[in-house]
Every structure is written in C-alpha cells, then in structure tokens.
C-alpha cells in the first residue's frame, strides 16, 4: 500500500489522525466535563470569566507554539541525522549525556520550545538516556530560568548552591533511563518520523 501523496485528502486525514491522537480527545473530554461543572455549580457568570482567562491563554500561547513547531520542523529537515545518532547514541556513554546536559541548561524558552526540540532528538535516533538527561536538564538547571527567577528572587549564592547540587542529576536520570532500557519513545518517534517522509 502506497503512502498518500502530500496534500491529497487521504494525506490531510493521516495528519490529523496523528495531530488529535486518543491523548487529545481524553483532554478533550476532561475539558468539557469541567466546563459543565462549572457551569452547574457556579453558574453563567464563573463560566463566562474561566472561558475569557482561557482564550487569552491560548491567544498568548498559540504564536509560541506555532513559531517553535515551524523552527522544530525546520531543524528536523536541516538536521543531518546520521551525526546526531553519532553524537547522541547509546554507544556514547557518558559523554553523550553530558552533551545533552549542556543542551537543556543552554536552551531557552519554554515547554514549548524544550519539547520540540526533544522531539526532534528522538526522531534523529538519541537514546532514551539522553531525552531524559536533556528535560531534566532544561527543567531544573535553564540558564534563563536561573536568570530571571532564582538570582533576583533568592540571590547569587542560592543560585549558585542549585545549581552545584542540581548538577548530576540529569546525568543520573540519564543513567538509570538507560538502566530501565526506556527506548521505546525514542524508536516510536524516529519510526513514525521514517514513515511520515
């Protein structure tokens, strides 16, 4: 069975399949329950004012999202995949994760952009130790969330002592993902990526 040329309907149908997967819908479905609760419970009113805090969330979010899956995709094409499975591969131990390490703590932005980007890594081949070295790194050891939170709010040396105890700890969920053989995301996204070109 041939694969349905890009553009085609058969082609826009697989896309949204993939896009508004079983995950989309339970939130979906946990979305519209609440909504209905509140609506129950605390009338027109509360219902009106969470809906109005909603949209302007998503208005603030959408551009981000939208500009950090453009620049994923776009590193996905650009990204020469053989070296980055060279770079990033189970086979290269340590040294791998502290690659990976360094990326989180140097990637700024958000969930949205640090998400992308271990996308990316999955689908050109990094092991499971290395996608969770890197969002452990981005999510306690950012340089920009050092930056704008923990040094004005808590001072240099707080940040300093953070950071120092924080430090292996990428490294050491790196490890034991790679001790748990946790591969399977990884294979599933480069498989998927593989098929979808």
Do not use: K
């Not at 776009?74 to 070296?83: A, S």
């Not at 690659?99 to 998400?115: H, K, L, M, Q, R």
């Amino acid at each position: 069975m041939t694969e349905p040329r890009a553009g085609s309907r058969g082609w826009w149908t697989g896309l949204l399949r993939d896009a508004f997967g079983p995950t989309f819908w339970v939130f979906a479905a946990v979305a519209a329950v609440l909504a209905a609760a509140t609506y129950t419970i605390l009338g027109r009113d509360s219902f009106e004012i969470a809906m109005s805090g909603d949209l302007e969330i998503l208005a603030g979010m959408l551009p981000r999202i939208v500009a950090a899956q453009i620049v994923a995709g776009l590193v996905w094409v650009l990204m020469p995949r053989d070296r980055v499975t060279r770079l990033l591969g189970t086979h290269r131990g340590r040294r791998g994760l502290m690659i990976a390490t360094a990326a989180g703590i140097v990637t700024p932005g958000g969930p949205v952009s640090a998400f992308s980007f271990l996308a990316v890594m999955a689908g050109a081949g990094a092991d499971g130790g290395i996608l969770v070295a890197y969002i452990t790194s981005w999510a306690l050891l950012g340089m920009q969330r050092i930056v704008v939170w923990d040094v004005p709010f808590m001072g240099a040396d707080f940040s300093a002592l953070r950071f120092c105890v924080c430090l292996p700890l990428p490294l050491i969920a790196g490890w034991i993902a790679r001790r748990c053989r946790y591969t399977h995301a990884a294979v599933g996204l480069a498989n998927r990526a593989d098929g979808s070109t």
